[in-house]
Structures are given as structure tokens and as C-alpha cells.
């Protein structure tokens, strides 16, 4: 079973910077997709960055230009290197990884950004 467990997260003061790691086992890490989802209080989790097998990057509009997703294949780990945080961007942050059609998810890392 894939095993993906982010690490990270806490609190920071708007403008300031936090970078995600989410570690991944149990998988072939290169030829998955991974992402970064945002679930902010009381919403439903959103899209934030995925990375290809590739390394092809995309960003959601609201985060392009400060954040930067990346991947290390040689040490099976994603990060998110998240900088300008806005008080918006505090919530849940989850690892995700995909691979025809099948998603797994890490178990959410907190983020509180105060204003």
C-alpha cells in the first residue's frame, strides 16, 4: 500500500515562508504524478500544484509565483516551497500521488497563517 506522509506545516506570520515535504514508500515514486491539495477551513479541497513523472509543473492561478513545486526522485519525495504566504493559504495540506486513475493521499499537514 502507498504510503505518503507530509511534513512541514505550523504557523507563520503573512509573508513569510514554509516548505512542504511528503515522503512516499511503498511505490515506484518516479512514474507517479504528484500534487499538493489545500483545504481550507470549511471548504472543499482544492488543487493547488502537481508535477509530473516528468517534472512538468502547474499551478493553480491563486499560488503562481510563490509557490514552487518540486520532486527528488532519487529520495521518493515531493516538496512545496511555499513563500508570500497570505492568511487565505492557512488550512490543511495534503500530498497526493497518481497513477492511472488511481489516487493516494498523505494524511494533511496543518498551516495557520496570521495576519
Known amino acids: 500500500q502507498v504510503r505518503l506522509v507530509e511534513s512541514g506545516g505550523g504557523l507563520v506570520q503573512a509573508g513569510g515562508s514554509l516548505r512542504f515535504s511528503c515522503a512516499a514508500s511503498?511505490?515506484?515514486?518516479?512514474?507517479?504524478?504528484m500534487a499538493w491539495y489545500h483545504q481550507a477551513p470549511g471548504k472543499q479541497r482544492e488543487l493547488v500544484a502537481t508535477?509530473?513523472?516528468?517534472?512538468?509543473?502547474n499551478y493553480t492561478d491563486s499560488v503562481k509565483g510563490r509557490f514552487t513545486i518540486s520532486r527528488d526522485n532519487a529520495k521518493n519525495t515531493q516538496y512545496l516551497q511555499m513563500n508570500c504566504l497570505k492568511p487565505e493559504d492557512t488550512g490543511l495540506y495534503y500530498c497526493?500521488?497518481?497513477?492511472?486513475?488511481?489516487?493516494?493521499w498523505g494524511q494533511g499537514t496543518q498551516v495557520t497563517v496570521s495576519s
Open positions: 497526493n500521488a497518481e497513477l492511472e486513475y488511481r489516487d493516494y
Open positions: 508535477i509530473s513523472s516528468g517534472g512538468n509543473t
Open positions: 511503498r511505490m515506484t515514486f518516479n512514474i507517479y504524478s
